[in-house]
């Protein structure tokens, strides 16, 4: 079992920032591609950002391209996702959520963190 507790949250103006952490415990001795996911009240969970376990490589969802980025830091079994030039349409509960790689068998959840951007 792998437990994710995410950090970071909160309320900010638009075009501000925040820096969302997410971090692992458990039984971690498993490759992973890590990501960040957020869910928009009404719809459907969307992945913006994902880091790849072996090569570190990093995938953006459009919408967010050039404003976020994924980070890890592996001793520290944590990842981030820094978020600049916040749009009231980045509101979402944000979740970090860990896949096991290549069978995506194993699926781990955070329990979200709230963002709210304001106009």
């Known amino acids: 079992q792998v437990q994710l507790v995410e950090s970071g949250g909160g309320l900010v103006q638009s075009g501000g920032s925040l820096k969302l952490s997410c971090k692992a415990s458990g039984n971690l001795n498993v490759a992973f591609t890590k990501s960040w996911v957020r869910q928009i009240p009404g719809k459907e969970r969307e992945t913006v950002a994902t880091?790849?376990?072996?090569?570190?490589?990093?995938d953006y969802d459009d919408s967010v391209k050039g404003r976020f980025t994924i980070s890890r830091d592996i001793p520290e079994k944590m990842i981030y996702l820094q978020m600049n030039d916040l749009k009231p349409e980045d509101t979402a509960v944000y979740f970090c959520n860990y896949r096991s790689y290549p069978s995506g068998s194993k699926d781990y959840w955070g329990q979200g963190t709230q963002v709210t951007v304001s106009s």
């Open positions: 880091i790849h376990w072996g090569t570190g490589l990093t």
